[in-house]
Structures are given as C-alpha cells and as structure tokens.
C-alpha cells in the first residue's frame, strides 16, 4: 500500500520561508511522477507543483512560480517544495500526492494522497 508522510509544516512571516517533505513507501518511487496540491479555507484543493520521474521536469502553477521549487531525491524516496516569499495567501493545509503509473508524462493522474500538512503564512 502506497503511503505519504509529509513533514516541515507550520507558521512563517510574511517574506519568509518553508520547507516541506514526502516521504513516499510502498512502490516504485523512482518511477513515479510527484506533486503539491494545497487547499485554501473555504477553498477547492488545487495544484501547486509536480516533478516528473527523474527530476526532470517540474511544473508550478502561476502563483508559485519564482517563488517554490519542487524538487526530488529518488534514494530517500522523498519529494521536497521549498517555500519562499511566502505570501498571507499561500496560507493551505499542503498535500503530498503521486501517480503510481509508471513514468506518467501526465500531471492529471495522481492517486494517492498525503494526510496534509498546515502552512499558515501571517504577521
């Protein structure tokens, strides 16, 4: 059974920064096509960032972009976004997700899901 741990979640200034972290078991990791999606109160839960398999590829939604990286390391099975310049708006409970199809170029078939993790972005 596929299982995600996210970890490095809490309270930042506006300005500052965050660092998040999956810990993906259950599979092939290595294979697998990552992502962040966040969900604002009130809010639909949407996409903010994906890494292809290989860390070759990363995708970022408008709002984040220039501002979090995604990154991966294949070895600890892990996925990272760091957040910087936070903003009040970033302000989410962050979810770690996957596509466990093998070496997806797709970014629309995640099918598992972290637990989330609270960011609060405030003065």
């Known amino acids: 059974q596929v299982q995600l741990v996210e970890s490095g979640g809490g309270s930042a200034l506006p300005g500052g920064s965050l660092r998040l972290s999956c810990v993906a078991s259950g599979g092939t990791f290595s294979s697998w096509t990552m992502g962040w999606f966040r969900q604002a109160p009130g809010k639909e839960r949407e996409f903010a960032a994906g890494?292809?398999?290989?860390?070759?590829?990363?995708y970022l939604t408008q709002s984040v972009n220039g501002r979090f990286t995604i990154s991966r390391d294949n070895a600890k099975n892990t996925v990272t976004l760091q957040m910087n310049s936070l903003k009040p708006e970033d302000t989410a409970v962050y979810y770690c997700a996957v596509d466990t199809t093998p070496y997806s170029s797709s970014l629309g078939g995640f099918d598992y899901w972290g637990q989330g993790i609270q960011v609060t972005v405030s003065s």
């Open positions: 890494i292809n398999w290989n860390g070759s590829r990363t």
